[in-house]
């Protein structure tokens, strides 16, 4: 430690810097480690740096000085560039397939490390120091974790302790204190690495639309591929099936002969879409459920994941922990009924011919049909990869993705439907104007939705069974229509029945719903959400059942702040529409929180603020130097500028406040001419020398020293006014180039010294 | 650098025409000493502020010359010691002598008693000498025998030396060194100013050059002195020495010490100087003129690096204009 004492602060600002760099670089890099494992290994970085620093430091002699450079900048050079390139030769040697900005992390990181240890002299030490900023920014963009956001902060608060502490401190030892000072050039030189970091980041972050995050763009390319290659959940969970059937078989076959090329790309493709989809694999013996992904929002309980056509009724396996039964009655009508007729199997023409429309056959197909169209344009949900959505983005996102989430809005239920096709009997009109329409969202007006809707409009009260008519009514009789009312059926709901996941329905029970609210009164989550849609829609409300994750405060990381979601995570609730426009989460199973404004705002002085970091954390950073440098260098020329515009203009002052106030402009100026006068050179010494003939010169040191140091008080204006003019009139001549012209002949003659 | 009209003269009595006798007596003393019109200034600045003077340079190069031609311009009673090693206190102050005729002791008076004297190399004499022009230099008066005597009112030592770093000689005390106002140095002449030295001492033989006229006489020198004291020194300017002096006496590498006796003495010679510029006020850069011979007589030990430490501490200083 003790060649730590004889240290200059630099040295120990850019070690921190190094380190609070590679820090942060590490957390990004070894992300998939964890974050506990990332911050060993940088304490392990960390620890060598300072080590061989202080080993260099040795080695080079006692003074860590400008003057003892221990190794020849070209040395150094080569050091460093070697270290930046040996990432970039692992890639290029053992073929790993890492991604490209990790790589580049990673030798950014070697050359903060490096630059550390192996450079003593201020300039390079300064490099290092925003070596290691730029590295802790470019982190923040890649991952916003809490270390790295941690490790941010850290390292604004070193440059801010550096640019305060520069003056104050001579860097180098001895009496050489000209480095202290700033260097134009190498303002510049921080100023744009500074600005290329935040314009690459701008590059790389430019779509508005998708600079809620980074992952929303992999995922928009994803369903853009997945809808090119008609990708298939079903397929894709019966390959998963059967991988997991014949898994032994896979690996054996792996070890002996290995895959073909095209089925190990087709596996891969089915690896890297397996992240997103909902799809509950059986977990192996003994083994808990996969980790799917991060959330590290405090706001968001409610995460839709699904499509709706994952909801089919085949896509969820029973698996031994979930307890989870199969799908609804209601949902597994509707597929059935979408399996019984595609459209080529309805043939329009031979319908056409041969008509009778009292044939209960006919009438099934036509209710099927109309089951599918709905079922098409029923209301798509999103899959985003979820992490660090907020709500609001979430919202944003829906509205300007149309095609991702189907304005189509679920007003029908099943009874209805049961309704309408009573009413097709009798009525062979109604029967006809519903097979005349095309398929479409309600938005076109000759679809079946719209049809639909316009029927339903027209009919009186609800399609409910008594009993279920009832509870609605028993629910909302004091309430306003409206919000209120939705309400009013959801807290019903969740104090009418009770959450029970392993209460099925038994498999002969035909309406579901009614089995369930009626009949048993426990039920698993989706049982809920499904009475609740049911009971919404009978009131008109369009709703629509959404299947997602729910997030587990319980399961939330302490280091992270992020909440981790599992497979067994799955949870169904329910969105309503509101005001025609937007959709919201109504939670209608007890034990859920029902998601709302004010518990968002109960837990989010803190949450608020870090999504505020989260999102503008980095920029705030940019802002935050930027303004530091600039104000570091503004302050001196506004300061300058305001005593100007005071002495120049302020009428009320006395003769040695304008004289004094002259001492300092001039000051400023011969400051300005890059000429330091002692502060005990007076006028005549410092400034009358350099042109004994000038007039003015002459004139104001009369009246000055009048002023100074004749102690009879002058109130008379004319000696005012003339002084005035006279300091003007040598701040005008005293120009820095003038100045420096005049001081250069006098140098040269050796005479520019105090007098003899 | 003379100033402006407008400003009152600095002249307050009518009947004296200080200018031209100032003129006259810079003249003569350039005449005697070719080519330092900057020492004759500082010379006549000390005389004008009643100051004592010590011209320390290495031999031969004008010091008793400008002593005597000064003693001869301002006229009065001119004395002189030549100081050695076996000079002794009584023969510098005068000493009392049994007079057998009237069976009395008279006092006989000493090189002192007179209204220049000039104290040729005075750092050969003994301290015990040296010490014994101090009550001179200092009231103007000297004790003998418990009766003391009062000296001129214009009484003005000249005092040369050799540098100490030669053979032979007792460097001053400092109590001796702080009585002197300057301690100034001459230097070598440039080649022109020797040409005309030469020239000038063509024809005539060492000590047959004519006498001179004086140029003052007492009762002149006196209300010059007194007009000269007379200068305005303003609150500012106080101020300035005042900040000086504490950076002086915080100053740990300046050996020496700078009495407020040298205080009061540098303001006078700066008075002096501002007087002989022509301005009813001093300025610092008048103190700054006289700071150098003032302040190293003060100081000890390098004569070079002492100069160059004052020259550095008056910078440090923030001057007022």
Redesign the interface.
Known sequence: MASARSMPRIQWLTLASAIVGVTAANVTIFDKLGVPLALGISAAWGLGIWLLFVIMGRMGGDKLSAKSVYFPPIIQATIMCVALAIPIFRVLGMGANDPIDAVLMESLRNLCATSAIFTFDPIRRRATLFIGLLLVLFSFTLESSLAVTICTLAELAITAFWLSANDSLPWESGTQQVAARWKPDFIVACCLLVFAGFAVTFVMYSDKERKVDRSLDALAQQRERRIKSNYSFQREEEETVIDHATNKKLGEDLASDGLGGDQAKKRSQREQFREFSTIRSNPNENQDYEKLFNLDSTQVRHIPSALYDQFNGKQWLANKKSRLPGMTTQIADQEGLSKLLNSEDLDYSKIAQNLDITDENFLEQARTAMSKAMANQGAGTLTPDLNKISPADLQRLMQSHPQWSSDASLVVTHYELHALAQQMKSDPQLLWKFLATTQGNESRPSSVLSALKKWRESQEGPFLPDELAALVQQWTHETNPGWEEIMGVVNGLRSHAQYDPAATVPADEEDSVYYFLVESKRGPDYLFASSAVVLLRSLGYPTRLIGGYYANEEKRSWITGNVSIEEDDVHYWAQVKLDNRVWVDIEPTPGFDIPSPDEAERETIFASAWNFLAVYGVRIAGVLICVLVLGRLLVRPIRALSFYIVWRYWPWQTP?QV?QKT?RLLQERFHAAGLSI????????AVLRLDPQQDCLKLYH?L????????QPTSDPALRASLRNASREVVAWATPRRLKNAAGVLADSGQF???? | MTSSQDLASPTGSTDLDSESLLGRLRDRLNEHLRGKPETVQLVLACLLARGNLLIEDLPGLGKTTLAKALSGAIGGRFSRVQCTPDLLPGDVTGFNIFNQQSAQFEFHEGPVFADVVLADEINRATPRTQSALLEAMAEHQVTIDNHTYRLSETFFVIATQNPEELHGTFPLPEAQLDRFSMKISIGTPDRESLMQLMKSRGGVLEGFQEAEEPILNRTQLLQLQQQAASVETGEMLLEYVADLAEAFSANNKFTGHVSPRGILQWLRCAQAWAYLQGRPFVTADDLQHVALPVISARSTGNAVQSRQLIRDMIAEVSVPF
Not at chain 1, 678 to 685: L, N
Not at chain 1, 753 to 756: G, H, I, R
């Open positions: 040695r004289v001492q002692p502060v005990g050179q007076s006028f005549a010494s009369t000055g020293q009048q002023v100074i140091y004749h102690d010294l105090l007098p003899e």
